[in-house]
């Protein structure tokens, strides 16, 4: 049965039923477990199983490192990093161990981690609290990173994720933590490494991940007005990338448009261009337009914020000039 | 305190196939036949066979990157640690990790990490999970004095302290890091100190007296085993070698080494087999002499075994998915 959730209420259940399922579960991180998590993730968590949630000192390498460790021993930990940003303070951890520790003991043990974290501008809490960290670490061998862009994947993702035998960075977007959405009420795994058409059309493709799925649909909605047909779609995990979904769809409206929030250089953007670009430039009769944030420091004044991020508009600005060309 | 003497020839052994086995590896890795770069433990030995041997086969070894010595004890067949330093294919980890990364699921040897302070944060997460599945494994993480300027080994105790982590922080203190004299690091008189501020118990011993070293880890051991904690060990040791093979070690004077050598450890502990314990001059040369033809085994085994297959080089990369390797 399904019912509209928020999807940070699809997020903690997805962690409470996978708890039931599974005594290996458990979650640390900073304030998660008495209060629930800074954003509430986590709660409702900690009265039911106390011996199973931990509240740890500012510490995101320990979190991530113990996660690391108990991981091989046979654990299925999950990590909450309470912004994105933080996950800075450990990244040795992420890249070199998270990352590396089903490689090195070559299935002998595996390092189930998920590590979850609140990421996104939008808030109005400048530089230190408002990035998106795929491409962080979209450069890392060993790493899954998922982005749920609806209450529905956020779920399903996030179940997939707990389940996997590979690490899982797990981003959720601090943006539509409130927004509602239909969740089934039973467990459901949702596959990692594919995407979702989210709209068919034919004259173009945007692909877009978690915030920009949303401003495509509504680039697409806006483009059709204009008798141009977009399709949308959404990638939902970065790493691995669904690359038959996109060469497929590039194949049918041979024209692309990338939507990706953080800044433009080195950006997951700029992957999938290549891509594309190297293997299927045959299908491309325009050149690959990305649509980012600016090349700069998120800031604090909503005004300023709004001017680094990316918009509809934008993606509708991009789409015109591919069609155009 | 003095042990039992067959355990002390037991740790005897293990100090000489140490000591020998890093020579063939430092003979190996001048001539080019052992690529990249070694650290070698020699001079460390007695610390490297006594916190091993304190602990047992479940419990978790964290190795660190001058680990040879205690890898060769955790319970993987010696030839394939020399293959893995070597290289080959039949190395413990098919050659992947070579010397820095020597590690083994099976004995619950960690030994993989080359960088500083890592593993000191991965031991909480072992000790954490034989916590939560109520069993009294310890985890035993081996760290330099230089370890001790990396944030993680503060983030490590101060969360092993506040969850009573049964967690042994084996601080091989050998005077330098790379270059750098500890007291031009570090503040603390002995650095043992550093523990007092988390209100975990530590010690500062001999870590050229192997006696020593298996007496203090045992009452480390001990409290972890029973809920107690963490605890720290400093050993006080010294590296013969430079900081890699290879490396003349210019930045220290020449006497200080002359006088850890005639600290030997390992001629240390057959000194006291032979003077206090009575064990006969044919013994020791007996145990020297099939340590020897082992390691004579070992070099050949691993000079022998192939290189690895490049298909190797993908596996296990994920689980879950496939790696692309066309290029």
Redesign the interface.
């Given at each position: 049965m399904s019912r509209k959730l928020t999807y940070t209420k699809a997020i903690n259940e997805a962690m409470i039923q996978e708890m039931e399922r599974d005594d290996s579960v458990?979650v640390l991180g900073e304030d998660v477990a008495k209060m629930g998590g800074d954003f509430g993730l986590t709660q409702n968590i900690y009265h039911r199983w106390p011996d199973r949630i931990?509240d740890?000192?500012l510490?995101e390498?320990?979190i991530?490192?113990?996660?690391?460790?108990?991981?091989?021993?046979?654990?299925r930990?999950i990590a909450e990093i309470m912004f994105a940003d933080f996950a800075g303070v450990a990244f040795?951890?992420i890249v070199?161990?998270t990352a590396k520790?089903?490689?090195?003991?070559?299935?002998?043990?595996?390092c189930p981690v998920v590590i979850r974290a609140p990421q996104g501008a939008g808030i109005r809490c400048a530089y230190h609290h408002s990035a998106v960290v795929e491409s962080w670490f979209l450069n890392t061998?060993?790493l899954?990173i998922a982005s749920p862009a609806t209450p529905y994947e956020a779920k399903g993702l996030l179940i997939s994720a707990i389940r996997?035998?590979?690490p899982v960075l797990f981003l959720e977007h601090k943006m539509l933590l409130n927004v509602k959405g239909d969740v089934p009420e039973e467990p459901y795994a949702l596959p990692?490494?594919k995407g979702v058409v989210e709209r068919e059309g034919t004259d173009v493709t945007i692909i877009a991940l978690q915030i920009t799925v949303g401003m495509a649909l509504k680039a697409a909605a806006e483009l059709e007005k204009d008798g141009i047909s977009a399709e949308v779609l959404n990638l939902r995990t970065i790493k691995?990338y669904d690359e038959q979904l996109i060469a497929e769809s590039v194949a049918k409206t041979s024209r692309l448009v990338i939507a990706q929030e953080g800044p433009k250089v080195g950006g997951w953007a700029a992957e999938i261009s290549a891509m594309i670009g190297e293997k299927y430039f045959e299908y491309l009769s325009a050149p690959i337009g990305r649509v980012t944030c600016l090349d700069i420091p998120v800031s604090f004044a909503p005004v300023l914020e709004d001017y680094y991020m990316l918009s509809p508009a934008d993606i509708v600005r991009a789409v015109k000039a591919a069609v155009a060309f | 305190m003095a042990l039992e003497k067959e355990r002390l020839k037991g740790l005897y052994r293990d100090m000489y196939l140490i000591r020998n086995f890093e020579d063939v590896i430092k003979e190996y890795a001048a001539n080019g036949t052992i690529p990249g770069f070694v650290h070698l433990s020699t001079g460390q030995e007695a610390c490297q066979a006594g916190v091993v041997r304190a602990l047992r086969t479940t419990d978790y070894k964290y190795p660190d990157h001058r680990g040879h010595g205690a890898i060769l004890l955790c319970g993987t067949d010696p030839k394939y640690v020399m293959a893995e330093i070597f290289g080959k294919a039949t190395g413990v980890n098919g050659g992947r990790g070579g010397s820095m990364h020597v590690h083994d699921w099976a004995c619950h040897n960690h030994g993989f990490n080359g960088i500083q302070g890592s593993t000191v944060v991965t031991a909480l997460g072992t000790a954490f999970a034989a916590k939560y599945r109520h069993t009294d494994d310890v985890s035993a993480v081996f760290m330099g004095d230089g370890t001790l300027g990396e944030g993680t080994c503060h983030e490590s105790m101060n969360m092993a302290a506040t969850w009573k982590l049964p967690v042994i922080y084996c601080l091989i203190n050998n005077g330098y890091a790379i270059s750098t004299p500890c007291s031009v690091a570090h503040p603390q008189k002995e650095l043992r100190q550093w523990a007092d501020g988390y209100g975990v118990p530590s010690w500062r011993v001999d870590g050229n007296d192997v006696e020593a070293v298996v007496e203090t880890m045992e009452q480390a051991v001990g409290i972890a085993r029973s809920g107690g904690g963490p605890s720290l060990i400093e050993f006080v040791t010294y590296r013969w070698q430079g900081h890699f093979a290879g490396d003349p070690a210019s930045y220290r004077p020449e006497e200080e080494l002359e006088y850890w050598k005639k600290r030997d450890p390992v001629l240390l502990a057959r000194n006291v087999l032979k003077q206090r314990e009575g064990v006969p001059e044919e013994e020791l040369k007996a145990i020297e002499g099939d340590v020897n033809a082992q390691i004579q085994d070992m070099l050949r085994f691993s000079l022998e075994s192939p290189v690895p297959d490049v298909s190797e080089a993908s596996t296990h990369v994920y689980e879950g998915f496939p790696v692309e390797v066309e290029r």
């Open positions: 458990f931990f740890t000192a510490s390498s320990a991530v490192g113990l996660a690391n460790g108990a991981a091989i021993a046979g654990l930990p040795d951890q070199n161990s520790l089903n490689f090195m003991f070559q299935g002998e043990a595996n061998p060993g899954v996997s035998d590979d990692l490494g691995p | -």
